[in-house]
Protein backbone atom coordinates (compact mmCIF):
# COMPACT_ATOMS: atom_id res chain seq x y z
CA UNK A 1 0.00 0.00 0.00
CA UNK A 2 0.95 3.71 -0.49
CA UNK A 3 1.89 5.25 2.82
CA UNK A 4 4.14 7.92 4.25
CA UNK A 5 6.09 7.26 7.75
CA UNK A 6 8.13 9.71 9.32
CA UNK A 7 10.87 7.86 10.89
CA UNK A 8 12.79 9.18 14.18
CA UNK A 9 16.59 7.80 12.59
CA UNK A 10 18.63 9.08 15.77
CA UNK A 11 16.39 6.91 18.01
CA UNK A 12 17.38 3.70 19.78
CA UNK A 13 20.91 1.99 21.08
CA UNK A 14 22.16 1.19 17.81
CA UNK A 15 20.94 3.93 15.41
CA UNK A 16 21.07 5.38 12.90
CA UNK A 17 22.42 2.30 10.97
CA UNK A 18 19.94 0.22 12.86
CA UNK A 19 17.35 2.48 12.01
CA UNK A 20 18.35 2.36 7.89
CA UNK A 21 19.20 -1.21 7.59
CA UNK A 22 15.51 -1.89 9.35
CA UNK A 23 13.83 -0.09 6.90
CA UNK A 24 15.87 -1.49 3.77
CA UNK A 25 14.26 -5.10 5.40
CA UNK A 26 10.22 -3.15 4.87
CA UNK A 27 10.80 -1.74 1.31
CA UNK A 28 10.98 -5.55 0.40
CA UNK A 29 7.48 -6.06 1.96
CA UNK A 30 6.38 -2.91 1.58
CA UNK A 31 7.36 -1.29 -2.11
CA UNK A 32 5.07 0.91 -2.00
CA UNK A 33 6.36 2.86 1.51
CA UNK A 34 7.63 6.42 1.68
CA UNK A 35 9.93 7.72 4.38
CA UNK A 36 10.71 10.76 5.90
CA UNK A 37 14.14 10.24 8.21
CA UNK A 38 14.54 12.85 10.63
CA UNK A 39 18.34 13.17 12.43
CA UNK A 40 21.80 14.12 11.65
CA UNK A 41 21.95 14.94 7.67
CA UNK A 42 25.91 14.51 7.85
CA UNK A 43 25.25 11.06 9.54
CA UNK A 44 22.40 10.54 7.48
CA UNK A 45 23.63 10.72 4.17
CA UNK A 46 26.87 8.92 3.85
CA UNK A 47 25.02 5.93 4.91
CA UNK A 48 22.26 5.84 2.97
CA UNK A 49 24.59 5.51 0.17
CA UNK A 50 25.02 1.89 1.06
CA UNK A 51 21.31 1.42 1.20
CA UNK A 52 20.12 2.04 -2.50
CA UNK A 53 16.86 0.55 -2.15
CA UNK A 54 16.16 2.84 0.54
CA UNK A 55 17.55 6.19 -0.80
CA UNK A 56 15.25 5.60 -3.67
CA UNK A 57 11.92 5.91 -1.40
CA UNK A 58 13.50 7.95 1.89
CA UNK A 59 14.01 11.42 2.09
CA UNK A 60 16.14 12.86 4.87
CA UNK A 61 15.55 16.22 7.02
CA UNK A 62 18.33 17.18 9.05
CA UNK A 63 17.35 17.82 13.12
CA UNK A 64 20.57 18.75 15.12
CA UNK A 65 19.42 17.23 18.54
CA UNK A 66 18.63 13.90 19.69
CA UNK A 67 16.83 13.26 22.92
CA UNK A 68 18.53 11.98 25.87
CA UNK A 69 17.87 8.48 26.61
CA UNK A 70 18.12 9.16 30.48
CA UNK A 71 16.05 12.78 29.97
CA UNK A 72 12.69 13.21 32.14
CA UNK A 73 9.82 13.18 30.29
CA UNK A 74 8.94 16.72 31.34
CA UNK A 75 12.75 18.03 30.59
CA UNK A 76 12.36 16.05 26.78
CA UNK A 77 9.35 18.07 26.14
CA UNK A 78 10.11 21.61 27.32
CA UNK A 79 13.73 21.29 25.71
CA UNK A 80 13.68 18.98 22.73
CA UNK A 81 12.11 20.93 19.96
CA UNK A 82 14.97 20.66 17.75
CA UNK A 83 15.32 16.79 18.30
CA UNK A 84 14.94 14.05 15.37
CA UNK A 85 11.69 12.98 17.43
CA UNK A 86 9.89 15.72 18.05
CA UNK A 87 10.12 17.05 14.30
CA UNK A 88 9.07 13.11 13.22
CA UNK A 89 6.53 13.77 15.55
CA UNK A 90 5.43 17.13 13.83
CA UNK A 91 5.64 15.77 10.18
CA UNK A 92 2.27 13.68 11.35
CA UNK A 93 0.54 16.62 13.07
CA UNK A 94 1.12 18.38 9.76
CA UNK A 95 -0.17 15.54 7.50
CA UNK A 96 3.31 14.84 5.74
CA UNK A 97 3.08 11.59 7.24
CA UNK A 98 0.49 8.81 8.49
CA UNK A 99 2.65 7.65 11.09
CA UNK A 100 5.74 8.13 13.06
CA UNK A 101 8.56 5.19 14.59
CA UNK A 102 10.91 5.36 17.20
CA UNK A 103 12.96 3.65 19.05
CA UNK A 104 14.37 6.37 21.61
CA UNK A 105 13.04 7.25 24.86
CA UNK A 106 9.50 5.91 25.88
CA UNK A 107 8.41 8.41 28.14
CA UNK A 108 9.98 11.49 25.52
CA UNK A 109 8.11 9.78 23.01
CA UNK A 110 4.58 9.55 25.13
CA UNK A 111 5.19 13.21 26.23
CA UNK A 112 5.38 14.55 22.95
CA UNK A 113 3.26 12.63 21.01
CA UNK A 114 0.38 13.34 23.21
CA UNK A 115 0.78 16.73 23.50
CA UNK A 116 1.63 17.24 19.61
CA UNK A 117 -0.81 14.95 18.50
CA UNK A 118 -3.26 15.12 20.74
CA UNK A 119 -5.72 12.25 22.04
CA UNK A 120 -8.58 10.72 19.95
CA UNK A 121 -12.43 12.30 20.85
CA UNK A 122 -13.28 11.10 24.01
CA UNK A 123 -10.06 9.03 25.12
CA UNK A 124 -8.39 10.71 27.99
CA UNK A 125 -4.84 8.62 27.80
CA UNK A 126 -3.40 6.85 25.52
CA UNK A 127 -2.33 3.73 26.46
CA UNK A 128 0.95 2.06 25.68
CA UNK A 129 0.03 -2.09 23.65
CA UNK A 130 2.28 -4.70 23.21
CA UNK A 131 1.47 -8.35 21.13
CA UNK A 132 3.18 -11.24 22.57
CA UNK A 133 2.83 -14.96 22.23
CA UNK A 134 0.35 -17.31 24.08
CA UNK A 135 -0.13 -21.05 24.02
CA UNK A 136 -3.16 -20.40 22.06
CA UNK A 137 -1.53 -18.26 19.31
CA UNK A 138 -1.22 -14.38 20.72
CA UNK A 139 -2.63 -11.73 23.04
CA UNK A 140 -2.52 -8.04 23.00
CA UNK A 141 -1.94 -6.57 26.50
CA UNK A 142 -2.17 -2.99 27.47
CA UNK A 143 -1.38 -0.56 29.41
CA UNK A 144 2.15 -1.57 29.67
CA UNK A 145 3.57 1.70 31.26
CA UNK A 146 1.92 4.77 30.33
CA UNK A 147 -0.26 5.34 33.05
CA UNK A 148 0.66 4.39 36.22
CA UNK A 149 -2.81 5.12 37.76
CA UNK A 150 -5.80 4.26 36.02
CA UNK A 151 -9.71 4.73 37.12
CA UNK A 152 -12.39 2.56 35.64
CA UNK A 153 -13.00 4.77 32.80
CA UNK A 154 -9.35 4.54 31.37
CA UNK A 155 -9.45 1.03 31.78
CA UNK A 156 -13.30 1.04 29.58
CA UNK A 157 -11.33 3.01 26.95
CA UNK A 158 -8.16 0.58 27.05
CA UNK A 159 -10.60 -2.17 26.55
CA UNK A 160 -12.21 -1.12 23.63
CA UNK A 161 -8.85 0.21 21.78
CA UNK A 162 -7.50 -3.09 22.51
CA UNK A 163 -10.68 -4.82 21.06
CA UNK A 164 -10.32 -2.75 18.12
CA UNK A 165 -6.66 -3.29 17.95
CA UNK A 166 -7.20 -6.99 17.75
CA UNK A 167 -9.98 -7.39 15.49
CA UNK A 168 -8.39 -5.20 12.80
CA UNK A 169 -4.57 -6.17 13.08
CA UNK A 170 -4.75 -9.63 14.00
CA UNK A 171 -7.87 -10.63 12.27
CA UNK A 172 -9.63 -12.06 15.33
CA UNK A 173 -13.18 -12.04 14.28
CA UNK A 174 -14.63 -11.24 18.17
CA UNK A 175 -11.89 -10.99 20.48
CA UNK A 176 -12.68 -12.22 24.08
CA UNK A 177 -11.46 -9.20 26.63
CA UNK A 178 -10.48 -9.72 30.18
CA UNK A 179 -9.27 -7.39 32.88
CA UNK A 180 -6.27 -8.46 34.84
CA UNK A 181 -6.95 -9.20 38.54
CA UNK A 182 -5.63 -10.85 41.94
CA UNK A 183 -8.72 -13.19 41.20
CA UNK A 184 -11.77 -14.23 38.87
CA UNK A 185 -14.31 -13.93 41.62
CA UNK A 186 -16.29 -10.82 40.92
CA UNK A 187 -15.71 -8.74 44.73
CA UNK A 188 -11.98 -9.02 44.05
CA UNK A 189 -9.83 -6.42 42.91
CA UNK A 190 -10.00 -2.85 43.84
CA UNK A 191 -13.08 -0.32 42.41
CA UNK A 192 -11.49 1.25 39.51
CA UNK A 193 -11.02 -2.63 38.42
CA UNK A 194 -14.79 -3.57 39.40
CA UNK A 195 -16.43 -0.34 38.24
CA UNK A 196 -14.69 -0.65 34.67
CA UNK A 197 -16.19 -5.18 34.45
CA UNK A 198 -19.46 -3.53 35.27
CA UNK A 199 -19.62 -0.84 32.43
CA UNK A 200 -18.32 -3.24 29.94
CA UNK A 201 -20.80 -5.43 31.22
CA UNK A 202 -23.49 -3.22 30.93
CA UNK A 203 -22.25 -1.50 27.09
CA UNK A 204 -23.95 -1.59 24.03
CA UNK A 205 -20.99 -2.87 22.44
CA UNK A 206 -20.61 -5.70 20.06
CA UNK A 207 -18.07 -6.94 22.50
CA UNK A 208 -16.98 -10.56 23.84
CA UNK A 209 -16.44 -9.41 27.63
CA UNK A 210 -14.46 -12.73 29.76
CA UNK A 211 -14.80 -10.81 32.92
CA UNK A 212 -11.39 -10.89 35.16
CA UNK A 213 -8.36 -12.96 34.15
CA UNK A 214 -5.00 -13.42 36.60
CA UNK A 215 -1.42 -13.20 35.80
CA UNK A 216 -1.22 -16.82 34.57
CA UNK A 217 -3.71 -16.42 32.05
CA UNK A 218 -1.87 -14.12 30.37
CA UNK A 219 0.99 -16.74 28.94
CA UNK A 220 -2.30 -19.18 28.44
CA UNK A 221 -3.95 -16.88 26.45
CA UNK A 222 -7.37 -17.50 27.95
CA UNK A 223 -8.49 -13.89 26.46
CA UNK A 224 -6.97 -12.16 23.39
CA UNK A 225 -7.30 -8.75 25.27
CA UNK A 226 -6.15 -8.09 28.85
CA UNK A 227 -6.37 -4.69 30.08
CA UNK A 228 -4.79 -3.56 33.33
CA UNK A 229 -3.23 -0.16 34.38
CA UNK A 230 0.47 1.26 33.18
CA UNK A 231 2.13 -0.11 36.55
CA UNK A 232 0.66 -3.40 36.87
CA UNK A 233 1.43 -3.76 32.88
CA UNK A 234 4.90 -2.71 32.86
CA UNK A 235 5.33 -5.17 35.95
CA UNK A 236 4.17 -8.19 34.16
CA UNK A 237 5.68 -7.64 31.03
CA UNK A 238 9.09 -7.22 32.56
CA UNK A 239 8.34 -10.70 34.47
CA UNK A 240 7.80 -12.43 31.96
CA UNK A 241 10.47 -11.14 29.72
CA UNK A 242 12.95 -12.25 32.42
CA UNK A 243 11.18 -15.66 32.71
CA UNK A 244 11.58 -16.24 28.84
CA UNK A 245 15.81 -15.48 29.80
CA UNK A 246 15.78 -17.34 33.16
CA UNK A 247 14.61 -20.28 31.37
CA UNK A 248 16.77 -20.01 28.05
CA UNK A 249 19.41 -20.02 30.62
CA UNK A 250 18.57 -23.09 32.72
CA UNK A 251 17.87 -24.91 29.56
CA UNK A 252 21.53 -23.82 27.78
CA UNK A 253 23.30 -24.88 30.79
CA UNK A 254 21.53 -28.46 31.12
CA UNK A 255 22.49 -29.19 27.46
CA UNK A 256 25.91 -28.14 28.09
CA UNK A 257 26.57 -29.57 31.66
CA UNK A 258 26.92 -33.58 30.24
CA UNK A 259 27.82 -35.51 27.56
CA UNK A 260 24.17 -36.69 26.84
CA UNK A 261 23.05 -33.30 27.39
CA UNK A 262 24.83 -32.29 24.61
CA UNK A 263 23.68 -34.85 22.46
CA UNK A 264 20.46 -34.45 23.10
CA UNK A 265 20.72 -30.75 21.92
CA UNK A 266 21.85 -31.72 18.86
CA UNK A 267 19.00 -34.44 18.34
CA UNK A 268 16.55 -31.19 19.23
CA UNK A 269 18.19 -28.37 17.20
CA UNK A 270 15.41 -28.38 14.59
CA UNK A 271 12.76 -28.12 17.59
CA UNK A 272 15.05 -25.62 19.77
CA UNK A 273 15.19 -23.17 16.47
CA UNK A 274 11.67 -23.24 16.42
CA UNK A 275 10.58 -22.18 19.79
CA UNK A 276 13.74 -19.68 19.53
CA UNK A 277 11.94 -17.92 16.86
CA UNK A 278 8.45 -18.59 18.13
CA UNK A 279 9.81 -16.73 21.54
CA UNK A 280 12.07 -14.04 19.71
CA UNK A 281 11.41 -10.46 21.15
CA UNK A 282 11.96 -9.42 17.69
CA UNK A 283 9.43 -10.59 15.92
CA UNK A 284 6.47 -8.49 18.65
CA UNK A 285 8.92 -4.93 18.16
CA UNK A 286 6.51 -2.72 18.39
CA UNK A 287 4.39 -0.88 21.06
CA UNK A 288 1.64 1.09 19.81
CA UNK A 289 0.25 4.08 21.38
CA UNK A 290 -3.32 3.67 21.33
CA UNK A 291 -5.11 6.49 21.40
CA UNK A 292 -3.45 9.26 19.98
CA UNK A 293 -4.61 11.33 16.82
CA UNK A 294 -2.11 9.49 14.81
CA UNK A 295 -0.34 6.30 14.26
CA UNK A 296 3.14 6.40 16.61
CA UNK A 297 5.18 3.40 16.99
CA UNK A 298 7.49 2.48 19.91
CA UNK A 299 10.46 -0.16 19.17
CA UNK A 300 12.63 -1.27 21.69
CA UNK A 301 15.06 0.92 22.38
CA UNK A 302 18.08 -1.78 22.16
CA UNK A 303 16.66 -3.32 19.14
CA UNK A 304 18.67 -4.62 15.78
CA UNK A 305 17.34 -4.15 12.69
CA UNK A 306 14.81 -7.05 12.17
CA UNK A 307 13.18 -5.90 15.28
CA UNK A 308 12.50 -2.61 14.10
CA UNK A 309 11.73 -3.63 10.39
CA UNK A 310 8.63 -5.52 12.26
CA UNK A 311 8.04 -1.91 14.47
CA UNK A 312 7.40 -0.69 11.06
CA UNK A 313 5.48 -3.01 9.76
CA UNK A 314 3.48 -2.65 12.63
CA UNK A 315 2.96 1.15 11.58
CA UNK A 316 2.06 0.62 8.23
CA UNK A 317 -0.68 -2.11 8.94
CA UNK A 318 -2.33 0.31 11.98
CA UNK A 319 -2.38 3.03 9.00
CA UNK A 320 -3.83 0.50 6.65
CA UNK A 321 -6.40 -1.14 9.01
CA UNK A 322 -7.57 2.26 9.80
CA UNK A 323 -7.69 1.62 13.61
CA UNK A 324 -7.73 4.49 14.57
CA UNK A 325 -10.78 5.52 13.22
CA UNK A 326 -12.25 2.14 14.54
CA UNK A 327 -11.39 3.34 18.24
CA UNK A 328 -13.35 6.55 17.51
CA UNK A 329 -16.20 4.92 15.47
CA UNK A 330 -16.61 2.18 18.83
CA UNK A 331 -15.99 4.52 21.68
CA UNK A 332 -18.53 6.54 20.40
CA UNK A 333 -21.22 4.08 20.40
CA UNK A 334 -20.27 3.04 24.03
CA UNK A 335 -21.04 6.32 24.95
CA UNK A 336 -24.33 6.77 22.63
CA UNK A 337 -22.86 9.41 20.65
CA UNK A 338 -22.15 10.38 16.93
CA UNK A 339 -19.02 9.18 16.36
CA UNK A 340 -18.09 11.96 13.82
CA UNK A 341 -18.39 14.85 16.52
CA UNK A 342 -17.64 13.80 19.92
CA UNK A 343 -16.27 16.57 22.05
CA UNK A 344 -14.77 15.73 25.35
CA UNK A 345 -18.09 17.65 26.93
CA UNK A 346 -20.39 15.33 25.14
CA UNK A 347 -18.59 12.29 26.80
CA UNK A 348 -18.56 13.93 30.16
CA UNK A 349 -22.34 14.89 29.86
CA UNK A 350 -23.05 11.37 28.64
CA UNK A 351 -21.64 9.72 32.41
Known amino acids: MSVTLSIDAMG ?101 AKYVLRTLPGIDRPAIAGVGPTI ?65 QASNLDIRFYGFVEGNDIAEGTVDVVVTDGFTGNIALKSMEGTARLFTHILRQALRNSPFGRVGGLIATPALQAMRKRVDPRRYDGAMFLGLNGVCVKSHGGTDAIG ?23 YAKLRGTDPTNVSKQQVINSR
Open 308 to 330: FSHAVGVAIKLIADRVNQGIKED
Open 136 to 200: RGQSVVLDLGANVECDADNLVQFAVMGEVFARKVLGLDKPSIGLLNVGEEQHKGNEAVRQAAAIL
Open 12 to 112: GDHAPRMVIAGINRVVARYPDARFLLFGREPVLTPLLSRFNRVRQVAEVRHADEVVDPVAKPSAALRSGRATSMRHAIEAVACGEAEGVVSAGSTGALMAM
